[in-house]
């Protein structure tokens, strides 16, 4: 019996480190990119964008499942919209956060969420308010050590949560695509592959696209679904999105999930999928 008391604490103790992990690392990235670059502009638009977040992931929690959700998946989210959104306009900030949290809980099929939370608030508004906000595009400068800090530090949250795969499928297919743009527009392929070396695709690989609970299962998936992530990302920036990679994820990312969760039903006649808990 203390074996198995030591063995179950020892597992609990796994999951809250594996459950707290991503957030952590991103404040650690939030932290490095502010005193570096100064990236929030305005400590109220992130005030408003992380309590926004929180709130509504806990009323909604409580109305929709009858329970206080665990507040990880809306402390990211919140972050995520503080960085990325750019409007001078601070209601821009809240509502972003608020529709991203409640697609979670509307915008479901099967018991899933299969939209990434952040992604659709930051499409949905770049849609219906394209006039009011932009997102942050810009390089993060010369100073090489803290866009290091701020790569390893990423880097160490996709190998932690076993998502490195993905990022690296989804950068291969970048360069690759780059190139290809690059020979078929005339562009020199230095500024094609540019881009990723900018503040809005260091969160896009690692925190949209790495989503534990908007990627598929299968791992074959998840190097397919990275790899049509580049390719719809690639005639976007064929036509000239600037917004590109945050479309091409709209579009892919919940199509595939929901192909695998009506796969998944099929095998497996009867079995209703239980509700997620991120």
């Given at each position: 019996m203390p074996d198995f008391a030591r063995s179950l604490s020892k597992r609990?103790?796994?999951i809250q480190i594996k459950q707290y992990i991503v957030p952590l690392m991103i404040t650690a990235i939030l932290i490095v990119a502010e005193f570096s670059f100064g990236i929030l502009?305005?400590?109220e638009k992130f005030v408003l964008a992380l309590g926004s977040s929180i709130l509504t992931e806990l009323?909604?929690?409580?109305?929709v499942l009858g329970k206080w959700r665990n507040l990880s998946s809306a402390y990211i989210t919140g972050i995520s919209v503080s960085i990325?959104?750019?409007?001078?306009?601070?209601?821009?900030?809240?509502l972003c956060s608020m529709l991203s949290i409640t697609s979670k809980y509307v915008i479901r099929y099967k018991g899933t969420h299969i939209w990434n939370p952040s992604n659709f608030g930051v499409v949905a508004l770049l849609i219906l308010a394209s006039d009011k906000l932009a997102i942050l595009s810009v390089q993060?400068?010369?100073n090489l050590w803290p866009m290091l800090i701020i790569w390893v530090l990423g880097f160490a949250i996709i190998w932690r949560v076993k998502r490195f795969h993905i990022c690296a499928t989804y950068v291969v297919s970048f360069f690759f695509f780059s190139f290809l743009r690059s020979w078929i527009t005339g562009d020199p392929f230095m500024a094609e592959i540019s881009p990723i070396t900018g503040p809005m695709y260091q969160l896009f690989v690692f925190f949209m696209i790495t989503d534990p609970k908007t990627t598929v299962k299968s791992r074959k998936g998840q190097y397919l679904v990275a790899f049509s992530i580049g390719l719809v990302e690639f005639i976007f920036r064929l036509h000239s999105f600037i917004y590109a990679p945050f479309y091409a994820l709209f579009i892919v990312g919940p199509a595939a999930m929901a192909i695998e969760l009506w796969w998944k039903s099929r095998m497996t006649p009867g079995v209703v999928p239980s509700q997620d808990s991120g």
């Open positions: 609990l103790e796994e502009k305005g400590y009323i909604l929690g409580r109305l990325l959104v750019r409007s001078p306009l601070n209601w821009i900030y809240a993060w400068g010369n």
